[in-house]
């Protein structure tokens, strides 16, 4: 009576699970297999590469074998010419590929040329007369900033005449660093 009540008891999950258990060791064992299959077919392969790398391959009669038959007007290049031509076209694109960028960091460094004499005309000037001063190493006349700027035409040509001193100052120690390399430096008295 006990092992009736046990098979009573079973419900339809049950069922299903056991079912899906057996699909699980199914599907696992199958792919054991083919997992198997393909190993042999490797191991043949490979079997196969090495009896031909040892030399001791059957070779078919001289008159089965098959040479390819080239047209004479296709031209074939061989691989040194082909590994010749594939260097020089990569080397050609990476050529091509520094001079854009060459390009580009020339503007770059003009930008910032351009940038940095900016800064310089800014710099040491009280911000009221900023513009007058960009205005002044641009070029622009005392008459021209000062009604620009709004400032009297005296200050417009004092901002001028800083503007051009500042610049010929900046030349001017440029020539000095020039003049100090190629100088002596000891304090000798030339009479």
């Not at 854009?100 to 911000?127: C, G």
Request: aromatic share 6%; proline share 5%; charged share 30%.
């Amino acid at each position: 009576m006990m092992d009736l009540d046990f098979i009573t008891g079973i419900g339809w999950r049950d069922v299903v699970l056991v079912l899906a258990a057996m699909v699980g060791v199914y599907l696992v064992l199958s792919l054991m297999r083919l997992f198997q299959v393909v190993g042999k077919r490797r191991d043949g392969e490979k079997r196969e590469a090495k009896r031909r790398l040892s030399g001791w391959e059957i070779y078919p009669p001289q008159e089965a074998r098959v040479t390819p038959q080239v047209p004479p007007s296709v031209p074939v290049a061989s691989e040194p010419d082909f590994a010749r031509e594939l260097a020089k076209s990569n080397t050609e694109v990476e050529l091509e590929r520094l001079r854009r960028e060459s390009a580009q960091l020339r503007e770059e460094v003009a930008r910032l040329a351009e940038e940095i004499a900016l800064l310089k005309a800014t710099r040491n000037v009280s911000p009221l007369y900023n513009e007058a001063m960009t205005l002044a190493q641009q070029g622009m006349p005392a008459a021209g900033i000062a009604g620009h700027c709004g400032i009297s035409i005296g200050e417009a040509e004092l901002v001028a005449s800083l503007a051009r001193s500042g610049s010929e100052f900046e030349r001017q120690e440029r020539g000095e660093e020039r003049d100090e390399r190629h100088t002596d430096t000891g304090n000798r008295f030339h009479g």
